[in-house]
């Protein structure tokens, strides 16, 4: 019997665990030259002061170059792009890498059939493609500089920027940890391919990453990439059709099993932003309702770049979240901060 189908094509997705020394040192620069979450990582800061310690004076140069334009997104791009495994194999494709396929791999993909196509004729110089990408990114809170940057900046200024920057930080921040790190990072990648097959494709990365997953139009692959340096945070950035979420190793992973009275970094993290008192003020405001950055700033009477550091120490909590321009409590989180710790003191030791 003839058939007439109307059914419309399912969408087809998967799901890749992917971990690399390289990320760990392009989120480790991206960690120490982001000083506003600083006090939110799990590194302390005599431990990042140590690193830099060891440091050229022309790569701490590189570091404020880097902070400025925030070129580690670059160096993010670059490394997916390259699919280098190894740091010289990552140094010699960027030294030969041309002008046009540096910018193109650079720059953020957009929504939009085409854009894989603007992107090009951006990188090539097409001044109406740059003008286009520009004005499609002019509202965005990160790109709106960096995309005129890349674009703008030269190119082998920016081969020679990153290839020292990489290159510096990989010797100070990574050799000296090389094998406990490339174990650690093995670890995760065992644990987490061992359950990739027994949950289904959103279950899966929920449970990776800690927060919900919803598949994005035009989204088929998502990408997950363990990271040590960043803890506790999780970073989500675009590919072309591919989602990307660096996410901080599992506490198992990063210590092993040989320290059973160690809390998780989640239970340390959460005590640690209850225990202010101008954060605790800030949680019982927003008990009551939601409220904007600048009605916490009259609420409280502290300067608002004070009230963003406590707001961003409670985020990577987990205790507020950002509702476009306001913010709000997560009142469950507060509801399960006791039972987290009950948890942990009836664990078998």
Request: proline share 4%; net charge negative.
């Amino acid at each position: 019997m003839p058939i007439l189908d109307l059914s419309l094509e399912r969408q087809s997705y998967s799901v890749k665990v992917c971990a690399s020394l390289l990320f760990e040192c392009a989120l480790g620069i991206a960690a120490v030259t982001y000083t506003e979450i600083r006090d939110t990582l799990e590194r302390t800061t005599s431990e990042w002061d140590e690193i830099i310690l060891r440091l050229q004076s022309e790569a701490k140069h590189e570091l404020d170059y880097c902070a400025k334009h925030n070129t580690w997104q670059a160096l993010l791009r670059l490394i997916h792009g390259s699919n280098s495994t190894h740091i010289d194999e990552f140094l010699d494709y960027l030294s030969t890498i041309t002008v046009e396929e540096f910018r193109f791999q650079v720059l953020p993909p957009l929504e939009g059939i085409q854009e894989k196509d603007l992107r090009l004729k951006a990188a090539s110089g097409d001044r109406d493609a740059v003008a286009k990408l520009i004005e499609a990114v002019a509202n965005h809170n990160f790109f709106s500089t960096y995309v005129p940057f890349f674009l703008n900046e030269d190119v082998e200024k920016l081969k020679k920027h990153l290839i020292f920057l990489m290159k510096s930080w990989y010797e100070a921040a990574i050799t000296p940890r090389k094998s406990e790190w490339e174990n650690i990072l093995q670890r995760e990648l065992t644990s987490k391919q061992d359950m990739q097959s027994r949950l289904s494709f959103e279950a899966f990365i929920e449970w990776a990453i800690g927060a919900t997953y919803v598949p994005e139009p035009g989204e088929r692959n998502v990408l997950l990439v363990p990271h040590i340096s960043y803890r506790p945070w999780t970073i989500q950035a675009n590919l072309s059709d591919t989602k990307v979420y660096y996410y901080p190793v599992s506490d198992e992973s990063l210590f092993g099993m040989n320290d059973p009275f160690r809390p998780s970094a989640s239970l340390v993290l959460l005590y640690r932003a209850l225990g202010d008192e101008n954060r605790l003020r800030i949680l019982k405001i927003l008990h009551e309702k939601d409220r904007t950055l600048q009605e916490l700033t009259e609420i409280l009477d502290l300067a608002k770049s004070t009230i963003h550091h406590h707001l961003t120490l409670l985020r990577s909590a987990r205790l507020v979240i950002s509702n476009g321009t306001t913010y709000v409590l997560k009142p469950t989180t507060l509801q399960h901060a006791y039972k987290q710790l009950e948890a942990y003191f009836e664990c078998n030791v």
